[in-house]
């Protein structure tokens, strides 16, 4: 079955970094763009950054776009989300999604992984 299973979350001081992981599975990961989302309590989920299925074309919001770097490794079925010089306000759950390159009603999406940034 389709599984998106996200990881490297945690806390984390306001300045430092945390690389996050999402390993999918169940359908064919080149075939997908894959994004970051993010939410915190009583708000919808923010669109983090995208990349495209081939790993070509990226795109961030403007509140993390210099500081977050979404990468992916088709080989090894993974999306990254590199977040450096995290603030206090990146703290959310991060969700891993897919996204398929032509139907775009075939969406998947990871259980989320707990950032917390914080002195």
């Not at 919001?61 to 977050?68: C, I, K, M, T, Y």
Request: charged fraction near 15%.
């Amino acid at each position: 079955q389709v599984q998106l299973v996200e990881s490297g979350g945690g806390l984390v001081q306001p300045g430092g970094f945390l690389r996050l992981s999402c390993a999918a599975s169940g359908f064919t990961f080149s075939n997908y763009a894959m994004k970051w989302y993010r939410q915190t309590p009583g708000n919808e989920r923010e669109l983090v950054a995208t990349i495209s299925s081939a790993g070509i074309g990226t795109n961030y919001a403007d509140s993390v776009r210099g500081r977050f770097t979404i990468s992916r490794d088709n080989a090894k079925n993974t999306v990254y989300l590199q977040m450096n010089s995290l603030k206090p306000e990146d703290t959310a759950v991060y969700y891993c999604n897919a996204q398929h390159k032509i139907f775009s009603g075939n969406v998947y999406w990871g259980q989320g992984t707990q950032v917390t940034v914080s002195s």
